[in-house]
């Protein structure tokens, strides 16, 4: 650590004040003492701790109410609960509430000044990224996230206020609604922005290798394992690991992963001894976890350990007045790309979009201003305002049965290739043997949808 860090302390006991500043004073901290929550919030208003350690119950504001105001002053800042009667309920509770961290006592100082050097480092880092947040977003092109209605703008300040914990997040959207990026966002304003995410869909790999996939494995742990691999729960140590699409987690790699969080330790497929990890997990999925839970399809104790932070991120749909502004936003990414002016959208064009159902979302915007660069709007447009006749109206009498039928057939496809797509992240071959069509024919078909492997990587 550079420097004596300056943390907060709240106690409404004297002996227990005295203790904390000797033992936190050995440890490298410089402490701030504060008897009551209302002296915890006139110490915060002339200094500038990096952290603040707090006991849950006192007299006045307890701990979490202490906790909210706090934040409301200073977003984010590293707030560290102390209780002697801990519950996991109340731990939860506090997690959920923004807390980095929660510990019984009698404090082990040891613990705390660790847990304090992680937060101080990461407030550290989170206020460097601040200042650089302007520049990093402008040079990050297709890494920005987009959006200023009301919805996102409660997405965004989640982002900025659980990014510097380090809670477990659970994301959830429809496919394209900007889970990935979310992720990617929240390990980039995280003091572990330094080291790599590291991205795991749990669909695209198979079950009997998804165990070593995520705790590596000895050379010889089994037929093929010709080296030693490691997984990639060490890979991410220090960083973030997200897990996609965790809803279709095997139930017993569910179990694994159960236990790996809690106890914070992997063994390597074949290996006698285990290893400690200090991974931040974030997960996604457009899967009903609480249906599959009830259905016995998803242990509800991982259910309950991923589900700390719900962050869920609204369809495109339901948050129309964020289209210009992505619209802008791609549409000058894709003609600096491809050296193209960017095309201007006829006047009652917006209306047309804005009233479109965007069943792939953002992803599908996306995919239709690259489109209109290359090829200019009138396609782009025309296709829109089939899809919106379409859901007016899916049996369309205007047409004759043999072409209506037709059309309602391109629909099934096009819905029928793009799950498979997706579940097979982009992989044509295991599409089409799932589909049993030939890979030609399914090539011709994705074409004639405007379908794209790379979108589903
Ligand atoms: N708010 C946004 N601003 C800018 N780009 C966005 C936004 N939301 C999504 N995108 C873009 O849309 C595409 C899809 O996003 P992403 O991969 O994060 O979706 P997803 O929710 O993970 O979808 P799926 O469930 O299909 O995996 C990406 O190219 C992403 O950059
Ligand atoms: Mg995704």
Known sequence: MTGDALVLLVDDDPGARKVARGNLGLEGFEVLLASSGAEALARLSESDPLAVVSDLRMPDLDGIELM??????????????VTAHATVETAVEAMRRGAVHYLTKPIRFDELALVLRHAVEGERARRDVVLLRGELERAAGFEELVGSSPAMRQVFTMVDQVAPTDATVLLRGETGTGKELVARAIHRRSGRHARPFVAVNCTAVPRELMESEFFGHEK??????????????????GSTLFLDEVGDLDPAVQAKLLRVLQEQEITRVGARDAVRVDVRIVTATNRDLEAAVKEGRFRDDLYYRLNVIPLQLPPLRERPQDLPALLQHFLGSFSERYGRPVPALPPEGLAALQGYAWPGNVRELRNLCERAVLMGWAGVLSMVGAARTEEVAFVDTALPLLEARQRLVERFEREYLTRLLRQQRGRVGEVARAAGIAERNLYEKMKAYGLSRDDYR
């Not at 742990?221 to 997984?231: I, L, S, W």
Request: net charge positive; glycine share 12%; aromatic share 10%.
């Open 68 to 81: 909210a105001a706090v934040h409301a002053a200073r977003p984010g800042l590293p707030f560290v609960l």
């Open 220 to 237: 010889g742990a089994f037929t093929g394992a010709v080296a030693r691999r490691v997984g990639r729960f060490e890979q991410a140590h």
